[in-house]
């Protein structure tokens, strides 16, 4: 069984701050990583994907993965009341070869202006 | 958004009825997904489609009935609901199925069919 595993929140942050999002996944041999930002009543919007170990950085959003942990986190500099949504991370273990995304319960960020 | 579409945004429909979800993806993509959304859940995935054939069925109750004629567009045949149907449904296109790229993996999602069950 695939898990992927999200404190379900709520995240409350002040504007400005950073906005820390982590999640974990069970099966080590998942290859690539998705994080998904999905507005109440909308549909999942893609954030950020990374395949390699380390930081991935694209304007204030930073992805960072560690597969030896097992890890996965999205960082939110300078948060904004905009980025009040779910956040969900989704794990592509690449196994067999239909592009499962496995996606966690997400987790609900607030911006608190 | 606009780059999949999905026909009707909601449904109401009794648990006798007949209905289908459509969706249309205008990326130019190989692959294209179901996905059901319910309240407090993951999204779990339904179906898989890849160049108009079906690679994955995730135990998905038979009153459930996908249909893709052509890679832009994707059914799903509804039949004899249950009231825990009632969810979400997202569709998803990608330009091919994984192969260790990004961005041919790389899942987009339409704007959904929120279905209620009575």
């Known amino acids: 069984q695939k898990e992927v595993e999200q404190n379900s929140g709520p995240l409350s942050v002040p504007e400005g701050a950073i906005a820390s999002l982590n999640c974990t996944y069970s099966?080590?041999?998942?290859?690539?990583f998705f994080w998904y930002r999905q507005y109440s009543g909308k549909s999942p919007e893609l954030i950020m994907s990374i395949y390699s170990n380390g930081d991935k950085e694209d304007g204030r959003f930073t992805a960072q993965l560690n597969k030896a942990s097992q890890y996965v986190s999205l960082l939110i500099r300078d948060s904004q009341p905009s980025d009040s949504a779910t956040y969900l991370c989704a794990v592509n273990p690449l196994q067999t070869g239909a592009n499962n995304l496995f996606f966690g319960t997400g987790t609900r960020l607030t911006v608190i202006p | 958004e606009t780059g999949v579409t999905q026909t009707p945004r909601h449904l109401v429909m009794g648990m006798t009825n007949k209905k289908s979800l459509k969706c249309e993806q205008h990326l130019g993509h190989n692959a294209m997904y179901w996905y059901k959304q319910s309240a407090k859940k993951p999204l779990e995935l339904m179906f898989v489609?890849?160049?108009?054939?079906?690679?994955e069925n995730n135990s998905v109750p038979s009153r459930f009935s996908p249909e893709c004629p052509n890679s832009s567009h994707l059914f799903l045949h509804l039949h004899t609901l249950q009231p825990e149907d009632s969810a979400l449904y997202l569709c998803?296109?990608?330009?091919?199925?994984?192969?260790?790229?990004?961005?041919?993996?790389?899942?987009?999602f339409g704007p959904g069919t929120r279905l209620l069950v009575l």
């Open positions: 998803a296109s990608s330009q091919d199925l994984a192969g260790g790229n990004l961005l041919s993996e790389t899942q987009y």
């Open positions: 489609y890849s160049l108009e054939e079906r690679v």
């Open positions: 099966d080590r041999v998942s290859q690539s």
